[in-house]
């Protein structure tokens, strides 16, 4: 899981735990055993298909890489607002994010570390809020649990969270959860005006601004107007095409002479943190709050975690 650089990642666990070498230990210790367990150096060789089923991952899980920072940093996209998790079981979303996350550290940073002659282990992402809804309270659960599995065993792989196209939703439910962070947390995230075009483009080119960020008030799609060229969150982009090629290719490899398997890899969903227990319960409330003030009755449906 170090990659051939076993003091970074030592330091990655120590400032995730605020330097406490007792608090960093048994992050690490529980970290490797997740991973046996959970048999996550085998992730890369269990591809979700058939394809029609991980496009529909796509579809829903917005996510992808739109390009590099001019210091040679993955620019990772996200589609907040927009993501609906509903075509899958909450599996497949997990087994998703796990694969993109080891993808990122086996294959992506690597590549990054060779091409730019410097040591690179952390990524941007820019969080696209367009679309966001008070319907996306039903999402909470996974993404805590999405949340709770990269702070507890991908910790410090993120340098700067950039947040675009914010609506008034999510401006309410930042007021309330900016206290309940850490000050090392707070300082990595920059909430940008409209869809931060003019601030990204003095870190990164033209090229690799993701597609909702390149044109002041287009917001996000799921589809570019360029087609699925320019939209990194679509299976027809070059990083997901060459991702699921990568993983159907360990398949094989691993599986010789055998069909690949159907069916999600069932990941052991780590106990989250209080505090990030406590910050998805101030989102919940002020999810609630907006509804009532709006006159809405919502209820959260559960989603369904076991089974395909």
């Not at 085998?42 to 579809?59: E, F, G, H, Q």
């Not at 996350?101 to 060779?114: G, Q």
């Not at 941007?124 to 309270?137: F, I, N, P, Y």
């Not at 003019?198 to 008030?217: A, N, Q, T, V």
């Amino acid at each position: 899981m170090h990659h051939g650089y076993p003091t970074e990642t030592l330091w990655r666990f120590l400032k995730a735990r605020d330097w406490n070498v007792q608090k960093a230990h048994k992050m690490l210790i529980d970290c490797l055993q997740w991973r046996i367990q959970n048999e996550i150096d085998n992730i890369l060789a269990k591809p979700i298909i058939p394809t029609d089923l991980y496009r529909s991952v796509r579809d829903s899980q917005l996510v992808g890489l739109s390009g590099y920072s001019k210091q040679g940093l993955p620019v990772i996209a996200i589609g907040v607002g927009l993501s609906t998790y509903d075509k899958a079981s909450v599996n497949y979303y997990v087994q998703s994010h796990i694969q993109m996350n080891e993808y990122r550290d086996r294959v992506i940073l690597p590549a990054a570390t060779e091409k730019y002659g410097r040591h690179i282990s952390t990524c941007l992402k820019v969080l696209d809020m367009t679309g966001l809804r008070l319907s996306a309270l039903n999402q909470i659960k996974l993404l805590t649990t999405i949340s709770t599995i990269d702070d507890l065993n991908y910790p410090e792989k993120t340098e700067t969270y950039y947040i675009v196209n914010a609506p008034y939703i999510f401006s309410a439910c930042w007021k309330a959860v900016k206290p309940l962070l850490q000050e090392r947390t707070k300082r990595k995230i920059q909430v940008l005006q409209g869809c931060g075009r003019d601030e990204l483009l003095k870190i990164m080119d033209y090229s690799s601004l993701p597609h909702f960020c390149r044109k002041e008030g287009s917001g996000s799609s799921r589809h570019s107007s360029n087609g699925t060229i320019d939209n990194c969150f679509s299976l027809d982009h070059a990083f997901h095409q060459q991702l699921y090629e990568y993983i159907k290719e360990q398949a094989m490899l691993v599986e010789t002479g055998s069909p690949i398997k159907q069916g999600s890899v069932h990941v052991a969903f780590p106990e989250p943190d209080p505090d990030d227990t406590k910050i998805a319960k101030t989102i919940e409330s002020e999810f609630q709050r907006l509804a009532d003030q709006n006159g809405l009755c919502n209820s959260v449906n559960g989603l369904k975690v076991n089974g395909d």
